[in-house]
Structure formats: C-alpha cells, structure tokens
C-alpha cells in the first residue's frame, strides 16, 4: 500500500472531503490522526485515531505539535479546514473577514509552523515529507460572484503554499494545495438549504460545471492520496485543480 509506515494528520475529518481523505489515507496503510471542532462528526471511523481540535485555537495546536513532534513527526499534513462566506465585498463584515481569515489561513500557517520541526526531524529520516493545503478554484486562478472573502483567503493559501515550498525544498518538505471545483459535502448542501431558492441555487452550482455534475469526494481523492504519498516526490509548489473543466 502507497502509505504503509506513515503518519498524517486531517484537519476537518470529521465529514465531506476532509472524512473521505483520512479514510483514504488509512485505506492505502498510513496511520491517520484525524481532528476535528466536533468529536460527535468523529464517530465511526474504525481504527483511525481521532482528536478534537480547534484550529483557530493557537494552544491547542501549540499541545498537538509538542505531542506528535515528541513522537518522532509527521509524514503528512493535509490542512483541510476551511469556511465558505458569501457575498460581495459590500456585504462583507469584519467579523466574517477576520473569521474567514482565521480558519482559512491562519490556522494553515499556525498549523505547518508547530508541525514543521518534527516533519523536517522526519524527512531527515525518509528523504521527504509532504503538506498538502486546502485552496479552490475560486482563488487566485479565478474569480467567482459572491466569493470575496473566501477567493481571496484561498488565494492566500495559494501564495503561503509557495512560499513554504520554496523555503524548505532542499530539506525534503514538499508543499502543495489542491484546488477542486464544486464538491457534493454537507458543507456545500448547507449553503444550499439556506439559499432563497434551493432548487434553483443547486441547478445553479451544477450549471457552473461544464462536466454537468458536481464532483463527488471520490472525485478529490485519488490526489490527496497521490500529493500525500511519495509517488509525488518531485512535485512541491503547485496548486492543482481538480475542477470538472471550470477553469479550462
């Protein structure tokens, strides 16, 4: 199996594609920690080890990093978490600004900084160790109505992808962000339900995809398990779509 002997921990495994990548992942032999706000959206994932976590919540990602570091590392990071505000830039508040920003960036960037030492620690060991950072389509590579703070947080994880891949590519940490298009989650079927015409705003979304469906989490997988496993070893810095033609 791709991932026998690895260790990676999923942030936002609780559901969508956070849940199907740590399954995965344990499916193709890595040990998974998978985290989650809810220990309730934990439940039933068989022999994956499961911690609550906060990501916007610096000590508790501070006691995580000290933990798993003194046990010898990670192999892989997959920083999953993310929230999707709507509207345009006049409807946008600061609270939901600084909010977005918050699990969308910052907890990324808290997240790779805590856990780098005993990745780096690792890929001294291994030769490589890979992050793998939640984007989107709808980021730096395109621009969508009522996405202003969300294009624009996930255009920062572009660039902090990068920036942490051009720092550490000679010591074996690889950095890379996948970009899906419209994914079928319950996130996604939340916004949905909430929309003034949920029939519609769902023909809407699928309208949008020039594959005439919504991607499925078995549609993102196959390269979260590819970006996370050494068959990726010479890819670092890139942010990969994977978006039903959208963006072509």
Do not use: H
């Not at 998974?32 to 911690?51: C, F, H, N, S, W």
């Not at 918050?102 to 992050?131: C, Y």
């Not at 909430?194 to 005439?212: C, L, N, T």
């Amino acid at each position: 199996m791709r991932l026998n002997g690895k260790t990676v921990l999923v942030t936002a495994a609780g559901q969508g594609m956070g849940r199907a990548s740590a399954e995965a992942l344990a499916a193709e032999g890595a040990r998974v920690i998978a985290t989650d706000l809810r220990a309730d959206l934990l439940a039933g994932m068989g022999q994956i080890e499961t911690r609550v976590l906060d990501v916007t919540d610096p000590k508790a990602i501070l006691d995580l990093a000290a933990d798993l570091n003194a046990k010898g590392g990670l192999d892989g990071l997959f920083n999953c978490a993310g929230i999707v505000a709507n509207g345009s830039i006049l409807d946008l508040t600061d609270d939901a600004w600084e909010q977005s920003l918050a699990v969308n960036v910052t907890s990324m960037m808290r997240l790779t900084r805590a856990l780098l030492p005993g990745m780096l620690a690792r890929a001294e060991v291994t030769g490589t160790a890979s992050i793998l950072n939640m984007a989107s389509m709808a980021s730096s590579i395109k621009g969508f109505t009522n996405r202003t703070a969300y294009g624009a947080t996930k255009a920062a994880v572009i660039g902090l992808t990068k920036a942490v891949a051009a720092d550490f590519v000679k010591q074996g940490i690889r950095c890379n962000a996948i970009c899906p298009g419209t994914v079928d989650t319950p996130s996604l079927r939340g916004r949905i339900a909430s929309a003034a015409d949920p029939v519609q705003a769902e023909k809407d979304f699928i309208a949008r995809q020039p594959m005439g469906r919504l991607a499925r989490v078995e549609d993102i997988t196959p390269l979260v398990l590819y970006l996370l496993s050494d068959e990726s070893r010479f890819v670092s810095g890139q942010a990969m779509l994977v978006d039903g033609g959208v963006t072509i």
